[in-house]
Protein backbone atom coordinates (compact mmCIF):
# COMPACT_ATOMS: atom_id res chain seq x y z
CA UNK A 1 0.00 0.00 0.00
CA UNK A 2 1.31 3.23 -0.67
CA UNK A 3 0.13 7.02 0.33
CA UNK A 4 0.27 9.85 -1.58
CA UNK A 5 2.38 12.92 -0.06
CA UNK A 6 2.28 16.27 0.15
CA UNK A 7 4.54 16.25 -3.15
CA UNK A 8 3.46 15.94 -6.58
CA UNK A 9 4.16 12.53 -8.09
CA UNK A 10 3.66 10.82 -11.21
CA UNK A 11 2.85 6.99 -12.18
CA UNK A 12 2.42 5.06 -15.25
CA UNK A 13 -0.65 2.92 -14.90
CA UNK A 14 -2.45 0.74 -16.84
CA UNK A 15 -5.45 1.69 -18.19
CA UNK A 16 -7.03 3.28 -20.94
CA UNK A 17 -10.20 5.27 -22.08
CA UNK A 18 -12.23 5.88 -25.15
CA UNK A 19 -11.31 9.45 -24.42
CA UNK A 20 -8.96 10.81 -26.90
CA UNK A 21 -9.01 13.91 -24.77
CA UNK A 22 -6.61 14.67 -21.76
CA UNK A 23 -8.90 14.30 -19.39
CA UNK A 24 -9.03 15.50 -15.89
CA UNK A 25 -10.36 13.86 -12.95
CA UNK A 26 -10.73 15.21 -9.39
CA UNK A 27 -10.93 13.86 -6.17
CA UNK A 28 -10.85 15.22 -2.20
CA UNK A 29 -10.24 12.73 0.33
CA UNK A 30 -9.06 13.39 3.99
CA UNK A 31 -5.90 12.24 5.81
CA UNK A 32 -6.09 8.93 6.95
CA UNK A 33 -8.91 7.58 4.61
CA UNK A 34 -8.27 4.36 2.21
CA UNK A 35 -8.61 5.88 -1.40
CA UNK A 36 -10.07 3.36 -4.35
CA UNK A 37 -10.17 4.37 -7.89
CA UNK A 38 -11.34 1.57 -10.66
CA UNK A 39 -10.38 2.02 -13.79
CA UNK A 40 -13.85 0.34 -15.50
CA UNK A 41 -13.12 -2.34 -18.20
CA UNK A 42 -16.16 -1.43 -20.15
CA UNK A 43 -14.93 1.74 -21.05
CA UNK A 44 -12.03 0.03 -22.65
CA UNK A 45 -11.22 -0.98 -25.95
CA UNK A 46 -9.88 -4.22 -26.58
CA UNK A 47 -6.66 -2.97 -28.87
CA UNK A 48 -5.07 -1.66 -26.27
CA UNK A 49 -2.80 -3.04 -23.59
CA UNK A 50 -1.03 -1.38 -20.65
CA UNK A 51 1.95 0.13 -20.63
CA UNK A 52 3.25 -0.79 -17.48
CA UNK A 53 2.88 -1.97 -13.98
CA UNK A 54 0.97 0.40 -11.08
CA UNK A 55 3.21 0.86 -8.44
CA UNK A 56 0.25 2.03 -6.13
CA UNK A 57 -2.33 -0.05 -8.09
CA UNK A 58 -3.16 -2.98 -9.30
CA UNK A 59 -4.32 -4.91 -12.48
CA UNK A 60 -5.14 -8.77 -12.34
CA UNK A 61 -4.84 -9.56 -16.12
CA UNK A 62 -5.92 -7.86 -19.74
CA UNK A 63 -9.06 -8.51 -19.03
CA UNK A 64 -9.84 -7.19 -15.69
CA UNK A 65 -10.52 -3.73 -14.14
CA UNK A 66 -7.40 -2.00 -12.78
CA UNK A 67 -7.42 -0.24 -9.94
CA UNK A 68 -5.67 2.90 -7.96
CA UNK A 69 -5.27 2.54 -4.59
CA UNK A 70 -3.96 4.43 -1.44
CA UNK A 71 -3.68 6.35 1.96
CA UNK A 72 -2.81 9.78 2.62
CA UNK A 73 -0.63 10.29 5.52
CA UNK A 74 -0.45 14.13 5.23
CA UNK A 75 -2.48 16.91 3.32
CA UNK A 76 -1.35 18.32 0.12
CA UNK A 77 -2.18 17.94 -3.70
CA UNK A 78 -1.37 14.67 -5.68
CA UNK A 79 -1.38 14.24 -9.45
CA UNK A 80 -1.43 10.74 -11.11
CA UNK A 81 -1.17 11.05 -15.31
CA UNK A 82 -2.08 7.69 -16.36
CA UNK A 83 -1.03 6.89 -19.84
CA UNK A 84 -2.52 4.14 -22.13
CA UNK A 85 -1.24 2.97 -25.32
CA UNK A 86 -3.15 1.24 -28.53
CA UNK A 87 -1.46 -2.38 -29.38
CA UNK A 88 -2.20 -2.03 -32.91
CA UNK A 89 -2.41 1.61 -34.02
CA UNK A 90 0.70 2.63 -31.06
CA UNK A 91 -2.10 5.38 -30.32
CA UNK A 92 -1.68 6.89 -27.19
CA UNK A 93 -4.37 8.44 -24.62
CA UNK A 94 -3.19 10.50 -21.46
CA UNK A 95 -5.84 11.11 -18.25
CA UNK A 96 -4.80 13.30 -15.65
CA UNK A 97 -5.97 12.60 -11.59
CA UNK A 98 -6.16 15.09 -9.65
CA UNK A 99 -6.17 14.03 -6.01
CA UNK A 100 -6.63 16.88 -3.17
CA UNK A 101 -6.09 15.55 0.30
CA UNK A 102 -7.51 17.48 3.32
CA UNK A 103 -6.23 17.88 7.10
CA UNK A 104 -8.55 15.66 9.24
CA UNK A 105 -8.32 14.30 12.30
CA UNK A 106 -7.21 10.13 12.53
CA UNK A 107 -9.04 7.86 14.05
CA UNK A 108 -7.95 7.41 17.28
CA UNK A 109 -8.78 3.15 17.87
CA UNK A 110 -7.95 1.32 14.76
CA UNK A 111 -7.46 -2.26 14.51
CA UNK A 112 -5.62 -4.68 11.88
CA UNK A 113 -6.74 -7.69 10.36
CA UNK A 114 -5.68 -10.60 8.14
CA UNK A 115 -7.53 -12.29 5.88
CA UNK A 116 -5.99 -15.58 4.31
CA UNK A 117 -8.48 -16.41 2.12
CA UNK A 118 -8.37 -13.26 -0.40
CA UNK A 119 -6.29 -11.53 -2.58
CA UNK A 120 -5.76 -7.99 -2.97
CA UNK A 121 -7.63 -7.71 -6.31
CA UNK A 122 -10.50 -9.31 -5.01
CA UNK A 123 -10.64 -7.04 -1.92
CA UNK A 124 -10.63 -3.39 -4.09
CA UNK A 125 -14.35 -3.71 -5.38
CA UNK A 126 -16.18 -1.69 -3.07
CA UNK A 127 -18.79 -4.18 -2.81
CA UNK A 128 -16.38 -6.43 -1.51
CA UNK A 129 -15.13 -3.94 1.02
CA UNK A 130 -18.51 -3.23 1.78
CA UNK A 131 -18.83 -7.11 2.94
CA UNK A 132 -15.91 -7.13 5.02
CA UNK A 133 -17.07 -3.75 6.40
CA UNK A 134 -20.05 -5.12 8.08
CA UNK A 135 -18.51 -8.15 9.35
CA UNK A 136 -15.57 -6.25 11.28
CA UNK A 137 -18.50 -3.76 12.52
CA UNK A 138 -20.61 -6.58 14.16
CA UNK A 139 -17.14 -7.45 15.49
CA UNK A 140 -16.28 -4.35 16.74
CA UNK A 141 -20.29 -3.49 17.92
CA UNK A 142 -20.36 -0.46 16.16
CA UNK A 143 -21.32 1.13 12.88
CA UNK A 144 -18.95 3.89 12.75
CA UNK A 145 -16.27 2.14 10.97
CA UNK A 146 -14.18 3.15 8.63
CA UNK A 147 -11.24 0.76 6.46
CA UNK A 148 -8.39 3.01 6.83
CA UNK A 149 -5.87 0.59 5.20
CA UNK A 150 -5.94 -2.55 2.82
CA UNK A 151 -2.28 -4.03 2.43
CA UNK A 152 -0.69 -7.34 0.48
CA UNK A 153 0.69 -10.30 2.43
CA UNK A 154 3.49 -9.86 -0.34
CA UNK A 155 4.23 -6.52 0.75
CA UNK A 156 4.39 -7.32 4.45
CA UNK A 157 6.66 -10.37 3.58
CA UNK A 158 4.78 -13.17 2.65
CA UNK A 159 4.89 -15.74 0.68
CA UNK A 160 3.86 -16.38 -2.96
CA UNK A 161 0.90 -19.29 -2.99
CA UNK A 162 1.10 -21.93 -5.42
CA UNK A 163 -0.97 -21.29 -8.44
CA UNK A 164 -3.31 -23.65 -7.21
CA UNK A 165 -7.07 -23.53 -6.34
CA UNK A 166 -7.35 -22.54 -2.54
CA UNK A 167 -3.97 -20.61 -1.93
CA UNK A 168 -4.47 -17.06 -2.17
CA UNK A 169 -1.97 -14.47 -1.78
CA UNK A 170 -4.07 -12.70 1.90
CA UNK A 171 -4.33 -9.21 2.80
CA UNK A 172 -4.15 -7.07 5.87
CA UNK A 173 -7.36 -4.48 6.13
CA UNK A 174 -6.97 -2.15 8.94
CA UNK A 175 -9.86 0.01 10.12
CA UNK A 176 -10.46 2.66 12.56
CA UNK A 177 -13.21 4.36 14.96
CA UNK A 178 -13.91 6.66 17.28
CA UNK A 179 -15.80 3.85 19.81
CA UNK A 180 -13.13 2.42 21.79
CA UNK A 181 -12.61 -1.30 20.99
CA UNK A 182 -15.21 -4.38 22.09
CA UNK A 183 -14.99 -6.94 24.13
CA UNK A 184 -14.24 -9.60 21.34
CA UNK A 185 -11.19 -7.41 20.33
CA UNK A 186 -9.72 -7.13 23.66
CA UNK A 187 -9.73 -10.47 23.87
CA UNK A 188 -6.56 -10.32 21.30
CA UNK A 189 -4.51 -8.43 24.77
CA UNK A 190 -5.30 -11.48 27.18
CA UNK A 191 -1.99 -13.68 27.73
CA UNK A 192 -3.62 -16.37 27.08
CA UNK A 193 -4.31 -15.80 23.71
CA UNK A 194 -0.72 -14.75 23.18
CA UNK A 195 0.12 -17.49 24.80
CA UNK A 196 -1.87 -19.88 22.27
CA UNK A 197 -0.71 -17.60 19.12
CA UNK A 198 3.14 -17.86 20.93
CA UNK A 199 2.67 -22.37 20.88
CA UNK A 200 1.66 -22.38 17.31
CA UNK A 201 -1.43 -23.59 17.85
CA UNK A 202 -4.94 -22.78 15.60
CA UNK A 203 -6.78 -20.19 17.39
CA UNK A 204 -10.59 -20.20 16.71
CA UNK A 205 -12.81 -17.28 17.31
CA UNK A 206 -13.39 -16.70 20.75
CA UNK A 207 -17.18 -17.41 21.78
CA UNK A 208 -19.92 -15.38 20.37
CA UNK A 209 -16.91 -13.30 18.29
CA UNK A 210 -17.33 -15.04 14.63
CA UNK A 211 -19.34 -12.92 12.86
CA UNK A 212 -17.91 -13.73 9.34
CA UNK A 213 -20.89 -14.06 6.79
CA UNK A 214 -18.98 -15.41 4.30
CA UNK A 215 -15.98 -17.72 4.87
CA UNK A 216 -13.16 -16.22 2.80
CA UNK A 217 -13.86 -13.24 4.52
CA UNK A 218 -13.03 -14.67 7.87
CA UNK A 219 -10.04 -13.16 9.76
CA UNK A 220 -6.96 -15.21 11.61
CA UNK A 221 -6.89 -14.05 14.99
CA UNK A 222 -3.65 -14.56 15.74
CA UNK A 223 -2.54 -12.00 13.41
CA UNK A 224 -4.78 -9.35 14.66
CA UNK A 225 -3.54 -6.06 16.04
CA UNK A 226 -5.14 -3.14 18.11
CA UNK A 227 -3.46 0.22 17.58
CA UNK A 228 -4.30 3.22 20.21
CA UNK A 229 -3.32 6.44 19.09
CA UNK A 230 -4.61 8.35 21.94
CA UNK A 231 -1.73 6.38 24.13
CA UNK A 232 1.20 7.20 21.62
CA UNK A 233 3.84 9.57 22.84
CA UNK A 234 4.38 12.31 20.75
CA UNK A 235 7.18 12.47 18.44
CA UNK A 236 10.18 14.95 19.67
CA UNK A 237 10.70 17.97 18.67
CA UNK A 238 13.27 19.17 15.96
CA UNK A 239 17.01 19.71 17.38
CA UNK A 240 17.26 23.48 16.74
CA UNK A 241 19.99 24.35 14.14
CA UNK A 242 23.11 26.64 15.90
CA UNK A 243 25.16 28.86 13.47
CA UNK A 244 28.09 26.17 13.62
CA UNK A 245 30.49 28.61 15.65
CA UNK A 246 31.62 27.63 19.15
CA UNK A 247 31.18 30.35 21.76
CA UNK A 248 34.34 31.61 23.40
CA UNK A 249 35.31 30.10 25.99
CA UNK A 250 38.97 31.78 26.70
CA UNK A 251 42.22 29.94 25.84
CA UNK A 252 42.28 26.47 24.99
CA UNK A 253 43.11 24.19 27.87
CA UNK A 254 44.53 20.74 27.01
CA UNK A 255 43.95 17.95 28.96
CA UNK A 256 47.03 16.31 30.94
CA UNK A 257 48.82 13.71 29.98
CA UNK A 258 47.62 10.28 30.99
CA UNK A 259 49.33 8.69 34.50
CA UNK A 260 52.11 6.45 33.30
CA UNK A 261 52.06 2.73 33.36
CA UNK A 262 53.95 -0.04 34.32
CA UNK A 263 54.90 -3.03 31.18
CA UNK A 264 56.86 -5.07 33.29
CA UNK A 265 53.80 -7.49 34.14
CA UNK A 266 52.74 -7.16 30.58
CA UNK A 267 56.17 -7.87 29.52
CA UNK A 268 56.62 -11.29 31.99
CA UNK A 269 53.13 -12.67 30.54
CA UNK A 270 53.84 -11.98 27.20
CA UNK A 271 57.45 -12.76 26.80
CA UNK A 272 58.93 -14.55 29.80
CA UNK A 273 56.46 -17.08 30.30
CA UNK A 274 56.58 -18.64 26.61
CA UNK A 275 60.19 -18.70 27.20
CA UNK A 276 60.18 -20.68 29.51
CA UNK A 277 57.39 -23.19 27.85
CA UNK A 278 60.00 -23.49 25.57
CA UNK A 279 62.73 -24.11 27.44
CA UNK A 280 61.14 -26.58 29.19
CA UNK A 281 60.21 -28.50 25.71
CA UNK A 282 63.40 -28.19 24.45
CA UNK A 283 64.84 -29.96 27.71
CA UNK A 284 62.02 -32.85 27.27
CA UNK A 285 62.85 -33.67 23.86
CA UNK A 286 66.72 -33.70 24.39
CA UNK A 287 65.84 -36.34 27.12
CA UNK A 288 64.09 -38.19 24.80
CA UNK A 289 66.33 -38.01 22.17
CA UNK A 290 69.46 -38.81 23.43
CA UNK A 291 69.00 -40.06 27.19
CA UNK A 292 65.89 -42.64 26.16
CA UNK A 293 68.01 -44.48 23.51
CA UNK A 294 69.05 -48.16 24.16
CA UNK A 295 71.53 -48.40 21.12
CA UNK A 296 73.37 -50.77 19.05
CA UNK A 297 74.84 -52.64 21.28
CA UNK A 298 72.15 -53.39 23.62
CA UNK A 299 69.50 -54.05 20.40
CA UNK A 300 72.73 -56.63 19.25
CA UNK A 301 72.45 -57.98 22.87
CA UNK A 302 69.19 -58.56 23.19
CA UNK A 303 68.92 -60.08 19.47
CA UNK A 304 68.52 -63.52 18.49
CA UNK A 305 72.13 -64.53 16.45
CA UNK A 306 70.24 -66.43 14.45
CA UNK A 307 68.41 -63.10 13.56
CA UNK A 308 71.40 -61.13 13.47
CA UNK A 309 73.06 -63.41 11.01
CA UNK A 310 70.37 -63.04 8.73
CA UNK A 311 70.43 -59.53 8.95
CA UNK A 312 73.83 -59.50 8.22
CA UNK A 313 73.28 -61.63 5.34
CA UNK A 314 70.64 -59.76 3.74
CA UNK A 315 72.64 -56.13 4.00
CA UNK A 316 75.55 -58.04 2.84
CA UNK A 317 73.78 -59.08 -0.52
CA UNK A 318 72.12 -55.72 -0.87
CA UNK A 319 75.44 -54.42 -0.99
CA UNK A 320 77.11 -56.12 -4.00
CA UNK A 321 73.73 -55.96 -5.49
CA UNK A 322 74.42 -52.41 -5.56
CA UNK A 323 78.14 -52.68 -6.73
CA UNK A 324 77.09 -55.08 -9.62
CA UNK A 325 74.61 -52.25 -11.19
CA UNK A 326 76.94 -49.55 -10.70
CA UNK A 327 79.36 -51.55 -12.69
CA UNK A 328 78.27 -51.17 -16.42
CA UNK A 329 81.38 -52.82 -18.08
CA UNK A 330 80.69 -56.36 -17.13
CA UNK A 331 79.18 -58.67 -19.71
CA UNK A 332 75.20 -59.50 -19.47
CA UNK A 333 74.69 -62.97 -17.50
CA UNK A 334 73.96 -65.18 -20.61
CA UNK A 335 70.45 -66.49 -19.20
CA UNK A 336 69.53 -62.72 -20.42
CA UNK A 337 70.73 -63.36 -23.66
CA UNK A 338 68.57 -64.47 -26.21
CA UNK A 339 68.20 -67.78 -27.82
CA UNK A 340 71.38 -69.26 -25.85
CA UNK A 341 71.76 -72.56 -25.22
CA UNK A 342 72.32 -73.37 -21.58
CA UNK A 343 74.62 -76.34 -21.77
CA UNK A 344 77.46 -75.10 -24.20
CA UNK A 345 76.62 -71.41 -23.39
CA UNK A 346 76.47 -70.23 -27.30
CA UNK A 347 74.12 -68.46 -29.01
CA UNK A 348 71.59 -69.68 -32.05
CA UNK A 349 72.60 -68.16 -35.31
CA UNK A 350 70.31 -65.56 -36.86
CA UNK A 351 66.71 -66.49 -38.49
CA UNK A 352 66.22 -65.20 -42.35
CA UNK A 353 63.27 -65.33 -43.31
CA UNK A 354 60.64 -63.83 -45.90
CA UNK A 355 58.01 -64.68 -43.71
CA UNK A 356 55.71 -60.85 -42.52
CA UNK A 357 55.01 -62.69 -39.36
CA UNK A 358 57.72 -64.12 -37.41
CA UNK A 359 57.20 -65.29 -33.81
CA UNK A 360 59.00 -63.08 -31.19
CA UNK A 361 60.93 -65.41 -29.33
CA UNK A 362 62.37 -66.45 -32.55
CA UNK A 363 63.26 -62.81 -33.62
CA UNK A 364 65.06 -61.99 -30.17
CA UNK A 365 68.83 -62.65 -31.47
CA UNK A 366 70.42 -59.25 -31.38
CA UNK A 367 68.22 -56.75 -28.97
CA UNK A 368 69.97 -53.82 -31.16
CA UNK A 369 68.92 -55.16 -34.31
CA UNK A 370 66.03 -54.27 -36.55
CA UNK A 371 64.41 -57.85 -37.21
CA UNK A 372 61.01 -56.51 -39.05
CA UNK A 373 61.12 -58.02 -43.18
CA UNK A 374 62.08 -55.20 -45.24
CA UNK A 375 61.90 -55.26 -48.79
Not at 111 to 130: G, H, M, N, T, Y
Not at 252 to 277: C, G, H, N, Q
Amino acid sequence: MAGYGSRVFFLTVCAVSLLGANAEIKFTIPVGKFFTYELMRETFQNDFEPLSKLYAGRLGTLFDNGFLYGTPTSPGKSIIEIYAINKRSYETARHILVIKVTAEKMLPYQAEFFIKLREIEKVLPSSVQDEIKQDLQKLWDTEALEIVNITNALDRGGRVPLPLAGHFEGVYVKVGSEQYFSDCLMRVMTPEHEKQCTAGARVRAPGGCNFCTIPSNCITWCKTELFDLTKQEPAPPAPTMGSGILEAGGEFDPPESPPSRDFFPDYIVTVIVPLILAIILCILLAYVMFCRREGVEKRNARTNQIQLYHHHTIHGNTDELRNMAGNRGVPPPLSTMPMFNSRTGEGAPPLHSDSPTIPLIMAQHDPYSDTLPRK
